[in-house]
Nanobody, 117 residues
Framework: QVQLVESGGGLVRPGGSLTLSCAASGSIFSIYSMGWYRQAPGKQREFVAQIHSGGNTNHADSVLGRFAISRDNSKNTVYLQMNSLKPEDTAVYFC???????????WGQGTQVTVSS
């Protein structure tokens, strides 16, 4: 099993930056696909970014060029670097992990990102 703990959320002004971190348990972190999703009030949870075990990444069109997902396998941590933040980026951001063995999806508790002037 995988346990995920997000951190780094907070209040930022439009145009600012934040970096979210997601620390994962276990010794086989490197084989999991990792992702970031977000959910704004009254809206569905949406995909933000994903990084696969091989290092290739995908980013939602809404964040492409502004956000970047990365991982540090030595620290069992995945990051989401967020730049040029907009008010519409305001949401609870969730980290997830997908097991390559079972397809099981694990979720963190979420961290609030608020972009407001």
């Amino acid at each position: 099993q995988v346990q995920l703990v997000e951190s780094g959320g907070g209040l930022v002004r439009p145009g600012g930056s934040l970096t979210l971190s997601c620390a994962a348990s276990g010794s086989i972190f490197s084989i999991y696909s990792m992702g970031w999703y977000r959910q704004a009030p009254g809206k569905q949870r949406e995909f933000v970014a994903q990084i696969h075990s091989g290092g290739n990444t995908n980013h939602a069109d809404s964040v492409l060029g502004r956000f970047a997902i990365s991982r540090d396998n030595s620290k069992n941590t995945v990051y989401l670097q967020m730049n040029s933040l907009k008010p519409e980026d305001t949401a609870v951001y969730f980290c997830n992990a997908v097991s390559p063995m079972t397809g099981e999806v694990y979720w963190g508790q979420g961290t609030q990102v608020t972009v407001s002037s």
